[in-house]
T-cell receptor
Framework: DSGVTQTPKHLITATGQRVTLRCSPRSGDLSVYWYQQSLDQGLQFLIQYYNGEERAKGNILERFSAQQFPDLHSELNLSSLELGDSALYFC????????????????FGPGTRLTVL | AQTVTQSQPEMSVQEAETVTLSCTYDTSENNYYLFWYKQPPSRQMILVIRQEAYKQQNATENRFSVNFQKAAKSFSLKISDSQLGDTAMYFCAFMKMGGATNKLIFGTGTLLAVQP
């Protein structure tokens, strides 16, 4: 158990609908990352938030948006869903490790499996 | 932009044998990290091993070790004494050191099957 929680575990919806995926980072982690894993695109970075502010954007569609709240949990909103949006969506949170080779180690949640019918 | 390439979509190894998974990457950065992540059937992403680009010594973690060739931009994973629990998808990943973001860039993965 990484300490990162994601809800729901599974989500089945129809094309054109809107869904919200939720992520709670590990206690004390300020950064949250969203990744999408699909058969077509592989595992790709979508967006990063740090302490409530957007830090970086990857290949995130305009139909998708995210935010990080004051309690540091994050939500990924997917709208006008298409069949191709079916994927496993991961959230990760990070903490800077200590020592001379410190870096931001990312801890992944269990993912939300989205199926668009 | 950085890219990560894993040219072996699937591999198979006998239990107790050794297997090597390949990864190459492309970057103009000098300081970065490389990782191998394991994704078992549960779909959880598990960090296996990490390598700092500025370190010449190859990282090892128990039965897992890497062969890091910075000039060749190659980063292979060796699994010794393979166990049934090693059956999983393995992803090679790149992270730039410093900068505004620490996003991971993943390869397409290698599906490893350990046969009894």
């Amino acid at each position: 158990d990484s300490g990162v929680t994601q809800t729901p575990k599974h989500l089945i919806t129809a094309t054109g609908q809107r869904v919200t995926l939720r992520c709670s980072p590990r206690s004390g982690d300020l950064s949250v990352y969203w990744y999408q894993q699909s058969l077509d695109q592989g595992l790709q970075f979508l967006i990063q938030y740090y302490n409530g502010e957007e830090r970086a954007k990857g290949n995130i569609l305009e139909r998708f948006s995210a935010q990080q709240f004051p309690d540091l949990h994050s939500e990924l909103n997917l709208s006008s869903l298409e069949l191709g949006d079916s994927a496993l969506y991961f959230c990760a949170s990070s903490v800077r490790t200590s020592g001379p080779s410190s870096y931001n180690e990312q801890f992944f949640g269990p993912g939300t499996r989205l199926t668009v019918l | 932009a950085q890219t990560v390439t894993q040219s072996q979509p699937e591999m198979s190894v006998q239990e107790a044998e050794t297997v090597t998974l390949s990864c190459t990457y492309d970057t103009s950065e000098n300081n970065y990290y490389l990782f191998w992540y394991k994704q078992p059937p549960s779909r959880q992403m598990i960090l296996v091993i990490r390598q700092e680009a500025y370190k010449q010594q190859n990282a090892t973690e128990n039965r897992f070790s890497v062969n890091f060739q910075k000039a060749a931009k190659s980063f292979s994973l060796k699994i010794s004494d393979s166990q049934l629990g090693d059956t999983a998808m393995y992803f090679c990943a790149f992270m730039k050191m410093g900068g505004a973001t620490n996003k991971l860039i993943f390869g397409t993965g290698t599906l490893l099957a350990v046969q009894p």
